[in-house]
C-alpha cells in the first residue's frame, strides 16, 4: 500500500499533527467494460463533456501514467481559468491519484476507482481527500464535496449510456464478431 494512502485513512493525522484528512465518494454502476469507461474519463479532451464549466482539456507534454499531467481551462462566472491534475498514483485501467497544482489544501486529492461487477459491467466511484479549513462548516463542505462526486459518476453513467446505446450492433452476414469492433 502506498505510504500516501496510509497517511490518508479517515481519522489518522501526520507525525506534524495536520489536520485530519477527510474522504467523500460517489458511485454508480454503468452496463460497460471497465477499459471503456477508463478510455472516457482518462483523455483531458473529454473532460469538457463531464464538467460544464470545462471548455478545454489536453494533455501536457510529457509521459502517460505516474507524473502525467492533464491541462484545464474552465470558466467561472465569466472569468477563465487554467488548472492541472497531476497523477500521483496510477494502476492503469482500474485506479488513479491524482493531485491539483496550486490547490489551497495541500492534502487534496482525487480518487477514481473503477470495479468490475458480476454481470460484465463496472461501478466507477469517483473520491475527494481533503482537509476542513477551520472555520468552515463542516456538513456543508461534506455536502458539497460529495455532491460533485455524485454529478461526476452521474454523468460518465448518462454518457457511457448514450455512447453504448448509439453504438452500431455487428451484422450476423458481416464476419465481423463484436471483439473486433
Known amino acids: 500500500m502506498s505510504p500516501w494512502f496510509e497517511r490518508c485513512r479517515p481519522g489518522v493525522r501526520t507525525p506534524q499533527g495536520a489536520p485530519v484528512v477527510h474522504y467523500v465518494s460517489a458511485e454508480t ?3 460497460a467494460a471497465r477499459q471503456q469507461i477508463w ?4 483523455p483531458p ?3 469538457v463533456l463531464l464538467d460544464p464549466r470545462v471548455v478545454r482539456g489536453f494533455p501536457a507534454p510529457g509521459h502517460e501514467g ?3 499531467v492533464r491541462v484545464f481551462i474552465s470558466v467561472h462566472d465569466g472569468v477563465e481559468h487554467v488548472s492541472a491534475l497531476e497523477d500521483v498514483h496510477e494502476i492503469p485501467g482500474e485506479l488513479a491519484i491524482t493531485r491539483s497544482f496550486g490547490a489551497m489544501d495541500p492534502a487534496a486529492r482525487g ?3 473503477l ?3 458480476d454481470d460484465g459491467g463496472t461501478i ?3 473520491g475527494l481527500h481533503f482537509t476542513l479549513p477551520g472555520d468552515s462548516d463542516q456538513f456543508q463542505y ?3 464535496h460529495r455532491g460533485y462526486c455524485q454529478q461526476y459518476v452521474e454523468r460518465v453513467k448518462s454518457l457511457m449510456e448514450r455512447i453504448q446505446a448509439n453504438k452500431p450492433e455487428p451484422s450476423s452476414d458481416s464476419g465481423i464478431t463484436p471483439s473486433e469492433t
Not at 478510455?39 to 482518462?42: Q, R, T, V
Open 115 to 117: 470495479k468490475v461487477t
Open 111 to 113: 480518487r477514481d476507482f
Open 29 to 31: 454502476s454503468i452496463g
Open 45 to 47: 479532451e473529454n473532460s
Open 66 to 68: 505516474v507524473g502525467e
Open 142 to 144: 461534506y455536502e458539497r
Open 124 to 126: 466507477p466511484e469517483h
Open 39 to 42: 478510455d472516457f474519463i482518462k
